[in-house]
C-alpha cells in the first residue's frame, strides 16, 4: 500500500506518466472537458470531493513548475482562494500566469487530463504545469 495520501490509481498513474512542460488541470463541477482530453472524474455531489482537498493531494506527489488561474477568481472570491494563495506563498505552485476564464478553458485542450472535483465554488479551476525534480 502507498505511503502518500494519494490513493486513487488514476490520479498515480497521470503523475506517474507526467513529462516537463505536461499540463493536468483540477477544475470545479462546470468546467467543460475538450474532446480527446482524458477526463478523471471525482464528483460525487455537491462539494465532494473539494477543489482544495484535491489539490492538496495532487501536489503532494507533483512537481509543478507554474500554473494558471482564471482573474475572475480575484473577483468572486471563494474561500478556496485562500488556500490557493498560501500555497502560492509557500512556492508549491511555482510561477502564476493569470488568464481569462475563457483561455483557461482554451488551454485546458492541452491538457493531459482534467481532473473534475465536486467544488462548486465559482472559477475553482487550475491549470498545473509539470516541473522536474532535479
Known amino acids: 500500500m502507498k505511503k ?3 490513493l486513487n490509481i488514476a490520479l498515480s498513474r497521470l503523475i506517474a506518466s507526467l513529462g516537463h512542460g505536461d499540463r493536468v488541470v ?3 463541477a462546470g468546467l467543460p472537458v475538450p474532446p ?3 477526463l478523471i472524474d471525482l464528483a460525487l455531489t455537491h462539494g ?4 482544495v482537498s484535491t489539490l492538496k493531494v495532487v ?5 509543478v513548475e507554474s500554473h494558471a488561474l482564471a482573474k475572475e477568481i480575484f473577483d468572486k472570491q471563494p474561500t478556496a482562494l ?3 494563495e498560501a500555497l502560492n506563498a509557500e512556492g508549491a505552485l511555482g510561477r502564476r500566469d493569470m488568464l ?3 483561455q483557461i478553458k482554451v488551454l485546458s485542450r492541452q491538457a493531459r487530463a482534467i481532473i473534475r472535483t ?3 465554488q465559482p472559477y475553482c479551476n487550475i491549470v498545473l504545469v509539470a516541473g522536474v525534480t532535479f
Open 26 to 28: 483540477i477544475g470545479d
Open 4 to 6: 502518500t495520501p494519494l
Open 48 to 51: 465532494v470531493p473539494d477543489f
Open 82 to 84: 485562500t488556500t490557493l
Open 36 to 38: 480527446g482530453v482524458e
Open 118 to 120: 465536486g467544488e462548486c
Open 59 to 63: 501536489l503532494s506527489e507533483m512537481q
Open 100 to 102: 481569462t476564464h475563457e
